[in-house]
């Protein structure tokens, strides 16, 4: 489940890879990544794109059903249930942040 602080660390940890390697080449993380360089198709913007992306949202919670992948209601949550039913999780949904 991911919370409001590990999006500050992914977004730090994308900046850090795009200022300090992905300028060099941004293919290298293939190698971090565990995966064909060959077959890693992503590009510097791309990096660019997803550190944007997290930087501009924030993260709600649902319960989700561990079987059929389906979230249970449609009411996102502040914050995350302290329990969930068996068979049930909580599920980390990344939504926009809206503009003021």
Not at 25 to 33: L, M, R, S, V
Not at 66 to 88: C, F, H, N, R, Y
Request: with cysteine; proline share 3%.
């Amino acid at each position: 489940m991911l919370n409001s602080q590990d999006l500050l660390v992914l977004r730090a940890s994308l900046t850090f890879w795009f200022e300090e390697m992905g300028l060099y080449d941004c293919k290298a993380i293939a190698e971090y990544a565990n995966v064909n360089r060959s077959q890693l198709k992503i590009s510097e913007s791309e990096v660019r794109d997803l550190e944007a992306r997290i930087r501009n949202s924030i993260v709600r919670y649902a319960i989700a059903d561990i079987e059929s992948q389906a979230l249970i209601g449609s009411k996102l949550l502040l914050i995350p249930p302290t329990k969930v039913e068996q068979d049930l999780s909580i599920a980390s949904v990344l939504i926009p942040k809206q503009s003021k």
